[in-house]
């Protein structure tokens, strides 16, 4: 059964910092590229951040660009997202998602098939 479980949300000040964690189960982490994303209330789902098998590709949205990390650890079955210096848009629901098999184009959502049920994230004013 493919499963990611997110975890590490929570309530935060703006400025503060949280880490998010996405654990997945069975065979469907080795050698994917993973990526998170968000969707805040009346918005549509975009992306984050991704990063490939082994780390040497990482791609982040320009809106969280020096401010959040991504990084896995492949040993773990684990890809984390700590994000620093947050800000009330930054308000969200944050999916972790495995890419698809095939060419992998991190910002796609489509390009993504498994997914997890989510983690809120609240930046508070």
């Known amino acids: 059964q493919v499963q990611l479980v997110e975890s590490g949300g929570g309530l935060v000040q703006a400025g503060g910092s949280l880490r998010l964690s996405c654990a997945a189960s069975g065979r469907i982490f080795s050698g994917y590229a993973m990526g998170w994303f968000r969707q805040a209330p009346g918005k549509e789902r975009e992306f984050v951040a991704a990063?490939?098998?082994?780390?040497?590709?990482?791609s982040y949205a320009d809106s969280v660009k020096g401010r959040f990390t991504i990084s896995r650890d492949n040993a773990k079955n684990t890809v984390y997202l700590q994000m620093n210096s947050l800000k009330p848009e930054d308000t969200a629901v944050y999916y972790c998602?495995?890419?698809?098999?095939?060419?992998?184009?991190?910002?796609?959502?489509?390009?993504?098939?498994?997914w997890g049920q989510g983690t809120q994230v609240t930046v508070s004013s």
């Open positions: 990063i490939s098998w082994s780390s040497s590709i990482t």
């Open positions: 998602a495995r890419q698809s098999a095939g060419r992998w184009i991190p910002t796609r959502l489509d390009n993504y098939d498994y």
